[in-house]
């Protein structure tokens, strides 16, 4: 079974005419530069738009209140809302992971639109499948969320945080075996000691939470920073821990 998190893939998009869109700032504020992170949000198999611009407001609202995005004032959000026919022109269902085949030029139209690199949220109501790219924040990439996966708000919200961690470069955390497409490397995920040691050595023994866990990437000899984090089992983290919060803040350009 696929586990939230735990399948990372390289995006594979597909040509297609699509229609004309309605892609607008979120709530009308003013869209990001380059060196900004813009989110758009793109709802699937919703009942009605209303229901979709809640959810996009329940993530919104966890994002801003977690660290170190609390302190980050350059998000730009963007909301797109399709129709049913738009929905069935532009995703077509994919025969093998990740579930959806997202068109080149539904990519290309919203970066001309926002003139901007972003990272692009699916949300399917109807989706067991969450999934992300292991991208960086000067590219942009693709998350899927499957919120038919998700129990109540909070795991809702905690899934969303942990895909959006790796689009912006942090590895799974994660023991399991189903971790293993994701692998190892910085920031918080290392395949020796001395390697671990080299990352975030500094912050062991000054911060409480830093150490040397074994197990991530699926394999339970590699070595990650926190025993409960984000990235590793969502439902049992109410953050990213130490390590990758330094990290975040500083892809993010509020930190050292």
Not at 35 to 41: I, S
Not at 66 to 89: M, Q, V
Not at 94 to 118: D, L, T
Not at 167 to 196: F, H, Y
């Amino acid at each position: 079974m696929i586990r939230r998190g735990n399948w990372l893939f390289i995006t594979l998009f597909f040509c297609s005419n699509t229609f004309a869109y309605d892609i607008k700032p979120y709530l009308n504020q003013s869209p990001c530069e380059d060196e900004k992170l813009n989110l758009v949000f793109c709802s699937l198999n919703y009942q009605n738009k209303e229901d979709s611009l809640e959810d996009t407001k329940i993530l919104i609202r966890r994002l801003k209140g977690t660290n170190p995005f609390d302190e980050f004032r350059n998000l730009g959000f963007w909301y797109i809302a399709l129709s049913k026919e738009e929905e069935r022109e532009i995703f077509k269902p994919a025969p093998s992971f990740p579930p959806w085949q997202v068109p080149q030029g539904f990519i290309n139209s919203i970066s001309k639109r926002i003139k901007s690199v972003y990272k692009l949220i699916i949300i399917d109501a109807r989706g067991y499948v969450s999934c992300s790219e292991l991208s960086s924040l000067a590219k942009t990439s693709l998350i899927m969320l499957g919120k038919a996966r998700y129990k109540d708000e909070n795991s809702f919200t905690k899934g969303f945080l942990h895909e959006l961690g790796h689009s912006l470069g942090l590895r799974d955390e994660s023991p399991q075996g189903e971790a293993m497409l994701c692998l190892p490397g910085p920031p918080n995920c290392a395949v020796t000691r001395q390697e671990a040691e080299r990352l975030w050595g500094d912050l062991v023994g000054k911060d409480s939470r830093a150490n040397y866990i074994s197990g991530c990437c699926g394999n339970k000899n590699y070595i990650r920073p926190t025993i409960a984090s984000l990235m590793n089992d969502p439902d049992k983290a109410e953050d990213f821990g130490p390590v990758n919060e330094r990290y975040l803040r500083h892809v993010l350009g509020i930190g050292p």
